[in-house]
T-cell receptor
Framework: KQEVTQIPAALSVPEGENLVLNCSFT??????LQWFRQDPGKGLTSLLL?????REQTSGRLNASLDKSSGRSTLYIAASQPGDSATYLCAVDQAGTALIFGKGTTLSVSS | DAGVIQSPRHEVTEMGQEVTLRCKPI?????LFWYRQTMMRGLELLIYFNNNVPIDDSGMPEDRFSAKMPNASFSTLKIQPSEPRDSAVYFCASSLVASPETQYFGPGTRLLVL
């Protein structure tokens, strides 16, 4: 059974710092991996989607990498801002259908 | 587009009562997913539908939970009878069958069972 783990569970950084969020999964047979953002009391918003054949995806200050063989993904946030404060969730699509989520990393960026 | 619409946004009920959560997917989307989020277990898939047909309900925790999708624009998740351990945030998401990875989430229903 696929399990997705995110470390750390919470992270606090000062504004301007670069940071890395980690995600690991136990079964490398995935279709794709996504990073989502969740703001308090809100739904999830997809940030980046990496297909299984890709190694990384970039969007603005965000860069996500995928190493399927080792079952790892990272989300790199450059020059963090207070507006980046949220919970970041990693999810894998194993069967081309539903997503399996990690429990998330709650990020707090102080000004 | 209004996005995925869920109602109610908040629900407080007493143990033993019936709870019905509602979802309206994005127009044109033909896959619909129900998730439950708790601190302990994170976000878990309960059930999903393709073209109004339930495909995988293995995540539905107990017979007390049931979900229906009578048409392409409406789905319900019902809990009867409700228990305190059902307290969670319930999310609905929709996508195209051809692009299941691109799911759009609703704002969720925060359920508290006393």
């Amino acid at each position: 059974k696929q399990e997705v783990t995110q470390i750390p569970a919470a992270l606090s950084v000062p504004e301007g710092e670069n940071l890395v969020l980690n995600c690991s999964f136990t079964d490398s047979a995935i279709y794709n991996l996504q990073w989502f953002r969740q703001d308090p009391g809100k739904g999830l918003t997809s940030l980046l989607l990496i297909q299984s054949s890709q190694r990384e995806q970039t969007s603005g200050r965000l860069n996500a990498s995928l190493d399927k063989s080792s079952g790892r993904s990272t989300l790199y946030i450059a020059a963090s801002q207070p507006g980046d404060s949220a919970t970041y969730l990693c999810a894998v699509d194993q069967a081309g259908t539903a997503l399996i989520f990690g429990k998330g990393t709650t990020l707090s960026v102080s000004s | 587009d209004a996005g995925v619409i869920q109602s109610p946004r908040h629900e407080v009920t007493e143990m033993g009562q019936e709870v019905t959560l509602r979802c309206k997917p994005i127009s044109g989307h033909n896959s619909l997913f129900w998730y439950r989020q708790t601190m302990m277990r994170g976000l878990e898939l309960l059930i999903y539908f393709n073209n109004n047909v339930p495909i995988d309900d293995s995540g539905m925790p107990e017979d007390r939970f049931s979900a229906k999708m009578p048409n392409a624009s409406f789905s319900t998740l019902k809990i009867q009878p409700s228990e305190p351990r059902d307290s969670a945030v319930y999310f609905c998401a929709s996508s195209l069958v051809a692009s299941p990875e691109t799911q759009y989430f609703g704002p969720g229903t925060r359920l508290l069972v006393l």
